[in-house]
């Protein structure tokens, strides 16, 4: 029996993991958050002080890290059995996840473990290349995107909220160039898959977007 795929795919802030996890949720599959993984990668380096750049260091990095992924209400992530899901979602870690996704071989080493979260009933996949790259055969391909300015302030207020001090300027920057790191790079860049559903969610509420994405399934 063939296993389904929902893929969503998109630039960083646009709410993919949000809708992904509500669609995830609502359908009974399974959520492959691809971004934590290249995230794990880059707290581990981080910690090991090694240096982001080196493709191959990274790769024997990626190839040797354990990820342990519990799905319940929260995503629980634990690196080598250490829980590490406070630190995936610091912009320190984004901002150097970005940077080690740029590796060709570093791509290539964690291809088969973001494919092995196919599993029945069904997988609903977020991140860059989900929809080009790891799962091309699914069947169901949202590209979701909101502008720029609309993602700072939407990264913004959630900082604010958890009380964490920020800066609009310097989160409007970050988000333009890890747009461009994650669209120029060589291998799998984010893009638009051809079969892609496009959606503009800069001036949805989230409800509308997960109800559009359910509609596509249907
Ligand atoms: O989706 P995210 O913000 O958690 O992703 C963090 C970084 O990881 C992103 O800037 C680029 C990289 N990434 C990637 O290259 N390919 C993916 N499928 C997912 C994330």
């Known amino acids: 029996m063939a296993i389904p795929v929902l893929t969503i795919d998109g630039p960083s802030g646009a709410g993919k993991g949000t809708v992904s996890r509500a669609v995830a949720k609502k359908l009974g599959w399974h959520y492959l958050d691809s971004g934590s993984i290249y995230r794990s990668l880059a707290v581990l380096a981080l910690k090991e002080s090694v ?59 964690l291809l088969q473990k973001q494919k092995d979260f196919k599993r029945l009933p069904g997988l609903v996949a977020d991140g860059r290349d989900m929809a080009t790259v790891v799962f091309p055969e699914a069947e169901n391909k949202v590209f979701l995107t909101a502008s720029a300015s609309e993602r700072a302030a939407r990264r913004y207020k959630q900082l604010i909220e958890k009380g964490i001090d920020a800066n609009i300027v310097q989160i409007t920057n970050e988000i333009e160039e890890r747009d461009r790191r994650d669209s120029e790079r060589k291998t799998a860049p984010l893009a638009m898959a051809n079969d892609a559903h496009y959606i503009d969610s800069s001036d949805m509420p989230l409800e509308a977007v997960i109800e559009e994405v359910l509609n596509l399934i249907h």
């Open 51 to 109: 240096d982001l750049q080196d493709e191959f260091v990274m790769a024997s990095l990626a190839q040797a890290m354990e990820l342990e992924f519990d799905c319940g209400d929260e995503l629980v992530v634990r690196l080598n059995g250490e829980d590490v899901t406070a630190q995936l979602g610091l912009e320190a870690t984004g901002n150097a996840a970005s940077i080690v996704a740029v590796h060709p071989e570093v791509r290539r080493v």
